[in-house]
């Protein structure tokens, strides 16, 4: 499939998306979700980038304010209204993301009191860890594409009030953890387990963060997030293992791709670090494609979880490009460099993966149905992953 032919078709998921969803024309009770937002403004980007239709950008923007003002706000079927920070509406403009920003899930989040349902939880609002990073580098890609640091400000304030609220020093000592899921006011952790690779979310996009505030936006006056920094590299230490979850690898793979951006420009020097994750993503790589998963047919298969790995794997070719790019930074002949070889050989999958989801049949599946947002997007997303994967 040549580029023409892969913009395309991004380009009309994303108009029916913006058409679905109430962004454009706008809608009166827009559909958001925080996670699938993030991939959208990331793709919007990357299409204006390719093709230089400013419409693409406008779309991204007015994405951010539609997402601030619904999920940034408490639910319609809530008791509470207004921003959830508590401000002002005129404050609430200025600082929109000062307490977060809920998922978007249909139903409104347990009641104090209520038991927990693992099953029900999946279906309850409230605030993850993993999608407010994900958002973070969505705004932090508007504010480098647009020239305006107003957005890379509201993403390290979300980065300074996610870490504060996420973070905790379990009772009698150790080690640093993380709450997986908050309530909507961040006031109580409603699932108390920890993301696996949350941590290495966190200390990626927190030091991206801080790197556009220190190239880009220097004279912004942008608040800092090195204290965050030092503390999510202790929370992250030895937390980077392996996963056969496709999502998970390729949220591993996803990750590599911005830590050695980071490297390229100096801002970090991790290169154990990188080794880490890549070698995790190999190991969980090897082990999905093993499991016979992509053998079966598409009831039984998660498109979004699949697509996430998708656009890992492209992430590759930017690992292979920066090397090239950077020998003093990537020396050849190291342990990255072979792990960048022995991943490239699963290059070819992210083709495999988008040929079958691409497939009108396919999409037709019940699993393809009842997700049909997300897994549209991240579909868009793995025709031009470089709108998400830039940092």
Excluded at 40 to 52: E, K, M, W
Excluded at 281 to 301: D, E
Aim: net charge negative.
């Amino acid at each position: 499939m040549d580029q023409d032919e892969t913009i395309a078709i991004a380009s009309d998921i994303m108009r029916g998306f913006a058409r679905n969803t109430g962004l454009s024309p706008a809608g009166a009770h827009p559909e958001r979700y925080l996670w699938t937002d993030a991939f959208a403004v990331c793709n919007y980007l990357g299409l204006f980038s390719r093709t230089s239709d400013e419409r693409c950008r406008d779309l991204a923007v007015a994405l951010v304010s539609q997402v601030h003002h619904t999920l940034g706000r408490h639910r319609e079927d809530d008791s509470r209204t207004g921003w959830l920070s508590g401000l002002s509406e005129e404050e609430g403009e200025v600082h929109p993301t000062g307490r977060g920003l809920r998922i978007g899930k249909p139903l409104n989040e347990r009641r104090a009191g209520e038991p927990p349902d693992d099953m029900l939880e999946w279906d309850r609002d409230g605030q993850y860890f993993h999608y407010l990073t994900r958002w973070m580098h969505a705004l932090n890609r508007v504010g480098r594409v647009s020239g305006d640091p107003k957005y890379t400000r509201w993403a390290i304030e979300l980065a300074r009030m996610s870490h504060a609220a996420f973070t905790y020093s379990p009772v009698g000592g150790g080690k640093k953890r993380m709450y997986w899921k908050m309530s909507i006011d961040l006031s109580s952790p409603q699932v108390t387990s920890m993301g696996m690779h949350d941590p290495l979310d966190g200390f990626v996009t927190f030091h991206e963060l801080q790197m556009t505030a220190d190239l880009d936006f220097k004279s912004a006056g942008l608040p800092g997030l090195r204290t965050e920094i030092a503390d999510m590299a202790g929370i992250c230490r030895g937390s980077v293992v392996p996963t056969d979850d496709p999502l998970g690898v390729g949220g591993l793979l996803s990750d590599a791709a911005r830590i050695a951006q980071i490297m390229a420009d100096g801002a970090i020097r991790s290169p154990d670090l990188l080794e880490t994750v890549l070698t995790a993503a190999l190991i969980g790589l090897k082990s999905f494609v093993k499991s016979g998963t992509l053998h079966l047919p598409a009831t039984y298969r998660l498109a979004f979880r699949e697509l996430g790995l998708a656009i890992g794997l492209s992430g590759v070719a930017m690992l292979e490009e920066l090397f090239d790019r950077n020998p003093g930074v990537f020396a050849e002949k190291n342990p990255l460099t072979r792990r960048v070889g022995e991943l490239g050989d699963y290059a070819l999958l992210a083709d495999t993966i988008n040929e079958f989801w691409l497939d009108a049949t396919n999409r037709n599946a019940p699993t393809w149905k009842e997700h049909e947002g997300i897994n549209g997007v991240m579909l868009a997303t793995s025709m031009v992953p470089r709108g998400f994967l830039t940092i």
